[in-house]
């Protein structure tokens, strides 16, 4: 096992963000895709189903993080992250080859399946090395680097689409899984081996009950599942948004980029915040712009009989993500801060109920987006206040910021 000491900061926040973008890396440079897609399996232009190859996606994701928690507490991290990556090419290579789109949905399942490891692990290595405010911190760095990809990733798929077809873009993840998995070798183990913990029923259900019985753990879980529920409508109907109700779909690749850019800029410069103010004052103070915003939106939405502005809605979907998406690193450190030795197995419970909750809202969403952006910001609207409830109801307002000793070289 490498000796953490020998990690600096930036080597930690340079692999969590390469794990965090593998895992989208399965979304992203897809998206330019789904018109050959639909094409290739006879669906109807528009056809709004060819969205269920990322929910089903985000449903393997989901289910794989419940599964690989208590094995990363008991194995250890390295080992699960490599497993789960040659399941994430097994499923990257059969959604290549796909003869039908149930084959691909199938496929696609088992790709979210091994990319589950690569989720589950950036937080839980995470944890392994940093606590409280400061494991925010880290963590809001690492997002901040990760929602770099999509600048770059929907641009990267339409690179290829213009030689090649939408195949090669499920192929080159192949390629990307490839380069991590040496990495991931060389970086080595996080979890101590004193506290590895068994593989049995009773331990497993003793996490369990510990993040269910645990008040800020279950009030930020349910806050982030609907945040997530909110934004994967976003990833799922951005582009028949673009293509259908505002007929711009030439500009999806680079207006997605932009607002992913935004959003990466609001994780570099919260950070800051979460230093002076803590990561539950943050959170808070987040959601209350992003509900505000959505309202608006929402407003406007209505006066325009579903079609308002498309620069208005472009730019205002951007910003409301960027502050609602803010909730992830604040939220998720928070709700693992209690959960000590634990790390791995409460990690997959988050993951799986955060992910396959949101997943879910995401699906009822996405059936009633049609020729109307009206029905996102409803759910946008709803989501975002139940989350901002659970925030208020966490009771972190009253624990002191726990900063925690950093054990990387500087």
């Given amino acids: 096992m490498q000796n953490p000491g020998t990690r600096s900061d930036r080597h930690v926040i340079a692999f969590l963000a390469a794990l965090a973008t593998l895992m989208a890396f399965g ?19 528009g056809d709004n189903s060819v969205t269920r190859i990322v929910s089903v996606y985000i449903f393997g994701l989901s289910l794989g993080q419940v599964v690989y928690g208590p094995l990363a507490d008991r194995f250890g991290r390295s080992p699960v992250l490599l497993a789960g ?18 084959t691909l949905l199938v496929a696609r399942a088992l790709w ?3 990319a589950a490891s690569a989720g589950l692990l950036r937080f839980t290595i995470a944890r392994d090395l940093y606590r409280g405010d400061q494991m925010a911190r880290v963590i809001s760095i690492v997002m901040g680097f990760f929602l770099l990809g999509p600048i770059v990733a929907p641009m990267f798929g339409e690179a290829i689409l213009a030689v090649a077809s939408w195949r090669w873009v499920f192929g080159s993840a192949l390629v990307t899984c490839a380069g991590l998995a040496v990495w991931a070798v060389r970086f080595g183990e996080t979890l101590d081996p004193a506290n590895r913990r068994p593989l049995r029923v009773g331990p497993t259900l003793a996490a369990f009950r510990l993040v269910l019985t645990t008040r800020i753990t279950v009030a930020y879980l349910l806050a982030t599942t609907f945040v997530y529920g909110a934004f994967f409508t976003y990833l799922a109907s951005s582009q028949p948004i673009f293509d259908i109700v505002y007929d711009r779909a030439d500009l999806f690749a680079l207006l997605y980029g932009a607002s992913s850019g935004l959003m990466a800029a609001a994780f570099f410069t919260v950070n800051r915040f979460i230093y002076r103010y803590g990561a539950h004052h943050v959170a808070v103070g987040s959601l ?14 209505m006066a325009a009989d579903g079609q308002p502005s498309f620069w208005v809605w472009v730019i205002g979907i951007a910003v409301v993500n960027s502050f609602m998406t803010i909730l992830v690193p604040t939220g998720t450190s928070l709700a693992l801060d209690p959960m000590g030795e634990m ?5 997959g419970i988050l993951g799986f109920v955060s992910t396959a909750g949101g997943s879910v809202l995401s699906f009822l969403l996405n059936s009633r987006i049609t020729d109307s952006v009206t029905p996102m910001m409803v759910g946008y609207v709803i989501f975002g206040s139940v989350a901002l409830v659970c925030t208020l109801a966490s009771g972190a307002g009253a624990l002191p910021q726990v900063a925690g000793p950093s054990t990387r070289s500087r």
């Fill in 85 to 102: 990556l040659g399941i994430y090419a097994a499923g990257a290579f059969a959604s290549m080859l796909a003869p039908s789109l149930t």
């Fill in 27 to 45: 979304i992203d440079p897809i998206l330019p895709a789904l018109d050959e897609i639909r094409s290739t399996f006879d669906l109807a232009p």
């Fill in 288 to 301: 209350v712009c992003g509900v505000t915003l959505s309202a608006t939106l929402l407003l406007l939405s």
């Fill in 343 to 347: 790390a791995g197995s409460a990690s």
């Fill in 112 to 114: 979210g399946f091994g």
